[in-house]
């Protein structure tokens, strides 16, 4: 039995090896630096933001660097609440470096192998063969949801709790208890854990809930039996539970100074325009690297109706054929209730496919959730649970496959995991694209130089001195100004050691100085700047229309002081005598 678990997780260890092999052959990291954020722009910025202040701070409540004069509190903003067990594995990191980057740029790496292994590990427990266990694990690891999202989403693309919701919407669809044992409940107790503290900001866990508290229902009422309404009910209360334990913070904060409407005010529309278009879901992904392909796809953007999934959604060859087989065996079943077309598993497989589809359908199910709870408003993110159903088709389809090659030809094992590598193979090279790969050499240049520039404000002024940031952006959720995109002022912090910037207050709540100095005209916002006890002002000149020419003039002359500027000619630093 020991022999046997060791060999089971060598195994496993190799769906990782091989899940993070193919990842880094698309992304090809070695060509980059691990000192250099492999995204630079957006919400990237934001998540590197708070890694930088969970590694400097302790926590990612409170950020003294920001905010200046006040701290930047998050409670408002709990972006990263349902997300503690990445924020672990970050402060962990941070036990081996100090640079922020470094640890933004290994953790998004890790994240390929996590995913690999925990669908091996799900595949297995639904009794897929290793060798498609292992192969099925390869695709999911590298689906192109992996890396549309990348740095920019961070926590999205940490989806390795997707397998474990999975296998709990399947679980309760069929026959697989979940709490018969204490073994089996401290498993189901473990697996809502990792779903609730590594949420991906409470998207995974929203859908594992809504997936399994329907597909309970909808086999209580097929068998009628209570015992699937049960297990439904305790996992998706399970779930809720603890995602609501990590708002605690939140709701503490909220009682003392009441809420905050300003801060991410959804409104149920959006889940239509986040939702998810089939033609999305099963067409090529962007920049193919086949160009008949990839012109079909640009075809299809340009005459259709456009939402905000259409890069992130595509399934990929491999995992859309298994995903139409589905919904077919689900078609030919329901015409033919009589006869059965698929196996247990296949049949669970797709009604979760079919409930996520519908769910996530842009006008779907989705709009009625929203018009209770319009938070949970990107459903185009289902695409991944609906990816990993679709895989769990290609596994069964290459155990059969499989079978029947080794009963057909004495070489016939070998002959199958040949055909086996050629699908993932083919697959791997149909979900990746070229314009995957970061801009390692642009990337470099600009985020060099920003901290280059940084450094020569921090020899300018005294240790722990005040900055103010102009032009003035409201946090969090600006739109872009100019060519300024939002959460670009947290550009200083990132490359800081010891000042403090005035970007990052939560908007709507109380005085916001930067808000009320930096609309005035430049004398009076350098006498208010001065009187505040800021060192300096930052200017982001991609903020102006005129490059930011017109209110240089006005800032050289107010302050007295020549500009610090920086070397790609974006930024200028002026010190206020």
Same mark, same amino acid.
């Given at each position: 039995?020991?022999?046997?678990?060791?060999?089971?997780?060598?195994?496993?260890?190799?769906?990782?090896?091989?899940?993070?092999?193919?990842?880094?052959?698309?992304?090809?990291?070695?060509?980059?630096?691990?000192?250099?954020?492999?995204?630079?722009?957006?919400?990237?910025?934001?998540?590197?933001?708070?890694?930088?202040?969970?590694?400097?701070?302790?926590?990612?409540?409170?950020?003294?660097?920001?905010?200046?004069?006040?701290?930047?509190?998050?409670?408002?903003?709990?972006?990263?609440?349902?997300?503690?067990?990445?924020?672990?594995?970050?402060?962990?990191?941070?036990?081996?470096?100090?640079?922020?980057?470094?640890?933004?740029?290994?953790?998004?790496?890790?994240?390929?192998?996590?995913?690999?292994?925990?669908?091996?590990?799900?595949?297995?427990?639904?009794?897929?063969?290793?060798?498609?266990?292992?192969?099925?694990?390869?695709?999911?690891?590298?689906?192109?949801?992996?890396?549309?999202?990348?740095?920019?989403?961070?926590?999205?693309?940490?989806?390795?709790?997707?397998?474990?919701?999975?296998?709990?919407?399947?679980?309760?669809?069929?026959?697989?208890?979940?709490?018969?044992?204490?073994?089996?409940?401290?498993?189901?107790?473990?697996?809502?854990?990792?779903?609730?503290?590594?949420?991906?900001?409470?998207?995974?866990?929203?859908?594992?809930?809504?997936?399994?508290?329907?597909?309970?229902?909808?086999?209580? $009422?097929?068998?009628?039996?209570? @015992?699937?309404?049960? *297990?439904? #009910?305790?996992? +998706? !209360?399970?779930?809720?539970? =603890?995602? &609501?334990?990590?708002?605690?913070?939140?709701?503490?904060?909220?009682?003392?100074?009441?809420?905050?409407?300003?801060?991410?005010?959804?409104?149920?529309?959006?889940?239509?325009?986040?939702?998810?278009?089939?033609?999305?879901?099963?067409?090529?992904?962007?920049?193919?690297?086949?160009?008949?392909?990839?012109?079909?796809?640009?075809?299809?953007?340009?005459?259709?109706?456009?939402?905000?999934?259409?890069?992130?959604?595509?399934?990929?060859?491999?995992?859309?054929?298994?995903?139409?087989?589905?919904?077919?065996?689900?078609?030919?079943? $329901?015409?033919?209730?009589?006869? @059965?077309?698929?196996? *247990?598993? #296949?049949?669970? +497989? !797709?009604?979760?496919?079919? =409930?996520? &589809?519908?769910?996530?359908?842009?006008?779907?199910?989705?709009?009625?959730?929203?018009?209770?709870?319009?938070?949970?408003?990107?459903?185009?993110?289902?695409?991944?649970?609906?990816?990993?159903?679709?895989?769990?088709?290609?596994?069964?389809?290459?155990?059969?496959?499989?079978?029947?090659?080794?009963?057909?030809?004495?070489?016939?094992?070998?002959?199958?995991?040949?055909?086996?590598?050629?699908?993932?193979?083919?697959?791997?090279?149909?979900?990746?694209?070229?314009?995957?790969?970061?801009?390692?050499?642009?990337?470099?240049?600009?985020?060099?130089?920003?901290?280059?520039?940084?450094?020569?404000?921090?020899?300018?002024?005294?240790?722990?001195?005040?900055?103010?940031? &102009?032009?003035?952006?409201?946090?969090?959720?600006?739109?872009?100004?100019?060519?300024?995109?939002?959460?670009?002022?947290?550009?200083?912090?990132?490359?800081?050691?010891?000042?403090?910037?005035?970007?990052?207050?939560?908007?709507?709540?109380?005085?916001?100085?930067?808000?009320?100095?930096?609309?005035?005209?430049?004398?009076?916002?350098?006498?208010?700047?001065?009187?505040?006890?800021?060192?300096?002002?930052?200017?982001?000149?991609?903020?102006?229309?005129?490059?930011?020419?017109?209110?240089?003039?006005?800032?050289?002359?107010?302050?007295?002081?020549?500009?610090?500027?920086?070397?790609?000619?974006?930024?200028?630093?002026?010190?206020?005598?």
């Amino acid at each position: 039995m020991q022999l046997r678990r060791w060999k089971e997780a060598g195994y496993a260890a190799l769906a990782a090896a091989l899940g993070t092999l193919a990842g880094f052959l698309v992304l090809q990291p070695w060509r980059g630096s691990l000192r250099v954020p492999y995204s630079y722009i957006g919400d990237a910025n934001f998540y590197h933001s708070v890694l930088k202040g969970v590694l400097e701070h302790g926590w990612f409540w409170r950020n003294p660097s920001l905010g200046a004069p006040g701290t930047q509190q998050l409670f408002d903003f709990p972006n990263v609440s349902g997300d503690l067990l990445n924020v672990f594995v970050w402060k962990v990191l941070g036990l081996f470096t100090s640079d922020s980057a470094v640890v933004m740029n290994l953790f998004f790496l890790l994240t390929f192998p996590a995913a690999a292994l925990t669908a091996y590990l799900v595949l297995r427990w639904l009794s897929l063969s290793r060798v498609a266990a292992i192969a099925c694990a390869v695709l999911f690891a590298v689906l192109p949801y992996h890396f549309t999202r990348g740095e920019i989403h961070l926590l999205l693309a940490a989806y390795y709790a997707v397998p474990l919701g999975a296998y709990l919407v399947l679980a309760v669809l069929g026959e697989r208890p979940l709490f018969a044992s204490r073994r089996l409940v401290v498993g189901t107790l473990a697996m809502c854990v990792v779903i609730a503290l590594a949420s991906g900001g409470y998207y995974y866990s929203a859908f594992t809930i809504l997936l399994v508290a329907v597909g309970g229902a909808l086999r209580a $009422l097929a068998v009628r039996n209570w @015992r699937p309404l049960r *297990d439904g #009910a305790l996992v +998706a !209360g399970t779930i809720l539970v =603890l995602s &609501l334990v990590t708002l605690v913070p939140s709701f503490v904060y909220w009682a003392q100074h009441g809420r905050n409407d300003v801060v991410a005010n959804r409104s149920a529309y959006e889940s239509d325009f986040y939702g998810l278009k089939f033609a999305q879901l099963v067409l090529p992904i962007e920049g193919h690297r086949i160009g008949a392909l990839a012109n079909l796809r640009l075809k299809y953007d340009d005459h259709f109706a456009r939402t905000e999934a259409t890069t992130d959604t595509p399934l990929g060859l491999v995992a859309t054929l298994g995903f139409l087989w589905l919904l077919l065996m689900c078609l030919l079943q $329901l015409v033919r209730p009589e006869r @059965r077309f698929a196996g *247990d598993l #296949a049949g669970r +497989a !797709g009604v979760a496919a079919l =409930l996520a &589809l519908l769910f996530a359908w842009s006008g779907g199910l989705s709009t009625f959730v929203a018009a209770v709870e319009p938070q949970i408003r990107s459903w185009n993110r289902m695409s991944i649970f609906i990816g990993f159903f679709g895989l769990i088709a290609v596994g069964l389809g290459f155990d059969r496959a499989l079978a029947w090659m080794r009963g057909r030809w004495r070489s016939g094992a070998l002959v199958g995991l040949g055909a086996v590598g050629l699908v993932v193979l083919v697959g791997v090279l149909d979900q990746t694209s070229r314009t995957y790969e970061p801009d390692y050499a642009g990337l470099a240049i600009s985020y060099r130089s920003d901290g280059d520039f940084v450094r020569g404000i921090e020899s300018q002024v005294p240790a722990g001195s005040m900055v103010f940031q &102009l032009p003035y952006r409201p946090f969090p959720e600006a739109p872009a100004l100019g060519a300024m995109a939002d959460y670009d002022l947290f550009r200083g912090y990132l490359h800081s050691g010891d000042l403090r910037w005035s970007y990052g207050v939560v908007k709507g709540r109380g005085q916001d100085l930067s808000a009320e100095i930096g609309q005035k005209p430049v004398p009076e916002l350098v006498r208010d700047v001065k009187a505040a006890g800021f060192a300096g002002i930052y200017l982001d000149r991609f903020g102006y229309q005129d490059g930011g020419v017109a209110i240089d003039k006005e800032l050289v002359a107010a302050t007295g002081s020549t500009a610090l500027t920086s070397a790609d000619r974006r930024l200028s630093f002026y010190r206020v005598r």
